[in-house]
């Protein structure tokens, strides 16, 4: 590989990455202009704001054993979810005993561990839209924006702007590698 397409590639991985940074934020923002009575009460549809966190928690420490599956050559049951919103349902339920604050410290802890799974994986395999990592990546991406889109059009007063269901999940969409 040429030095150029080395340079190439790491400046499109910096890209990838800022905007998975771009849209986290997004959440944390959108999360901060919530109200305290919205962490327990349906906020989006029938999700609280915990519902929420506690479900980007879950989603992306799905995506963190994804990454480490395909690390050790076995093919990731995260592209094998079929029912998304069964999934969503049985994951969002176990996570009610945790407390709020926790859920979020669960969140800050998931985006350390992908960020560390990230650094494993090379600049073609991270940047190729043909490789399931990319697609991991992107379905962190397309969900953390999903979700903030969710919660800001609620704090605008326009919910239902947007699809809330398996429609733009990219969970439910992602093909297999």
């Known amino acids: 590989m040429s030095d150029d397409n080395a340079r190439t590639l790491a400046d499109d991985r910096r890209r990838l990455l800022h905007e998975m940074e771009v849209e986290r934020n997004q959440v944390w923002r959108n999360i901060e ?9 349906p906020f989006v549809a ?7 966190v506690g479900h980007l928690t879950t989603h992306e420490s799905e995506v963190v054993t994804a990454f480490r599956d395909l690390r050790e050559g ?3 049951t995260y592209f094998d979810i079929t029912d998304i919103d069964r999934w969503n349902h049985d994951h969002v339920e176990r ?5 709020f604050w926790s859920l979020l410290e ?7 561990r992908l960020l560390e799974e990230l650094a494993l994986v090379s600049n073609e395999d991270l940047t190729n839209d043909a490789t ?14 999903a979700h903030w889109h ?8 326009m919910e239902g702007a947007r699809p809330a269901s398996s429609e ?7 093909a297999s590698p």
């Open 168 to 174: 733009r999940n990219p969970a439910a969409t992602t």
């Open 106 to 112: 669960q969140l800050r802890g998931s985006r350390t």
């Open 95 to 99: 996570k009610q005993a945790v407390d």
């Open 150 to 157: 969710e919660i800001a059009a609620r704090l605008a007063g």
């Open 74 to 76: 076995r093919r990731p």
């Open 46 to 52: 029938r999700w609280s704001l915990k519902d929420i």
């Open 132 to 145: 399931p990592e990319n697609r991991l990546v992107r379905s962190v991406i397309e969900h953390d924006r």
């Open 33 to 41: 202009w919530c109200r305290i009575r919205d962490i327990d009460r």
